[in-house]
């Protein structure tokens, strides 16, 4: 039988801690999804749950209104959120 060292456990939990922080990260998109409020708590939610899994401060979303970026979605602080 062959043993795990400390580092080999250390790695698993790192692993672990990942693959949990992902699954909470979809759980709210599809949360946000199955209440039906429409586009925009889905889309908070998926620019936090990035930001989150990237342990980003902020996260955005940017789209092109008349050759201009706008903030569509925002997580964290609002530093250049007006661009």
Same mark, same amino acid.
């Given at each position: 039988?062959? !043993? ?9 939990? /790192?692993?672990l ?5 992902q699954?909470?990260?979809?759980? !709210?998109?599809? /949360?946000?999804?199955? /209440?039906?409020? !429409? ?21 955005r ?10 903030v569509?979605?925002? %997580? !964290?602080?609002?530093?250049? %959120?007006? %661009?």
């Amino acid at each position: 039988m062959v !043993g795990l060292d400390s580092s080999d456990l250390d790695a698993a939990n /790192r692993e672990l801690l990942a693959l949990r922080e992902q699954q909470r990260a979809l759980a !709210g998109v599809l /949360r946000a999804g199955a /209440r039906s409020e !429409g586009l925009q708590p889905v889309v908070d939610e998926v620019v936090e749950a990035a930001a989150r899994l990237c342990s980003a401060s902020n996260g955005r979303v940017w789209l092109l209104k008349d050759r201009k970026p706008q903030v569509v979605a925002n %997580y !964290g602080d609002r530093e250049a %959120y007006d %661009y």
